[in-house]
């Protein structure tokens, strides 16, 4: 499956974003992760089926879900700070006979203004 991540761009502090991360048929877990500058990428939140995680860092601000009809999972970013400026991945896994096979989209970035 390929996967389109977009809805990155100029945020301002305090305020909100929503990433969408669109694939090209059905999906079921998807991860989003992030990668701040000069630093390694990290784990956001998770969604599959309708069970969710987060990082502690997004709980009660960050809201993962998912929309089948459009094979789009949304990541809704409330109360951004500027250390929040990051590029954002969406990644879609699924294990077939024992074997974990990932998708990864191209990346948004999001910039978040003081």
């Known amino acids: 499956v390929q996967l389109q991540a977009y809805g990155g761009g100029l945020g301002q502090a305090g305020g909100y974003l929503t990433l969408a991360c669109a694939a090209s048929?059905?999906?079921?877990?998807v991860d989003w992760y992030r990668q701040r500058p000069g630093t390694r990428r990290e784990w956001v939140a998770s969604?599959?089926?309708?069970?969710?995680n987060y990082h502690d860092y997004a709980k009660g601000r960050f809201t993962i879900f998912r929309d089948n009809a459009k094979n789009t999972v949304y990541l809704q970013m409330n109360s951004l700070n500027p250390d929040e400026t990051a590029t954002y991945y969406c990644?879609?896994?699924?294990?077939?006979?024992?074997?974990?096979?990932?998708?990864w989209g191209q990346g948004t970035l999001v910039t978040v203004s003081s």
């Open positions: 048929g059905s999906i079921d877990a």
């Open positions: 969604i599959s089926g309708t069970s969710t």
């Open positions: 990644s879609a896994h699924e294990w077939r006979d024992g074997v974990r096979y990932e998708s």
